[in-house]
């Protein structure tokens, strides 16, 4: 019975890794597996598409990802050239 709950709370865990690697909230997908099953919640944020929106700003919050001075689109901290607009970004 430990066993179980232990693999239950794992792939729990790994759930919430997916849906954070994908912009979705961890914490609920977390809720949803623990209470459901982690396939319940693994389907959840699977079939959800992609919080690019999210994504970017997580980058920009690391130091990852800037915002383009002229389109801004998010790029590489240190892109010279942005890769949407392909105007120069040397600050
Ligand atoms: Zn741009």
Partial sequence: ???IIVVWVFYSFIAAYVADA?????LLIFVISIFFSP????VVCLGKPINQLR???????????KEC?????YIKSD???CKHCNENNYH
């Avoid at 396939?39 to 693994?42: C, D, E, M, Q, V």
């Avoid at 001075?69 to 689109?73: A, T």
Wanted: some cysteine; hydrophobic content about 30%.
């Fill in 1 to 3: 019975m430990d066993t």
């Fill in 22 to 26: 994908r912009g979705h909230n961890p």
């Fill in 79 to 81: 892109a010279i050239k």
């Fill in 69 to 73: 001075h002229y389109c801004k689109e």
């Fill in 39 to 42: 396939i319940a919640g693994l």
């Fill in 55 to 65: 994504l970017d700003m997580k980058g920009v919050e690391s130091g990852r990802l």
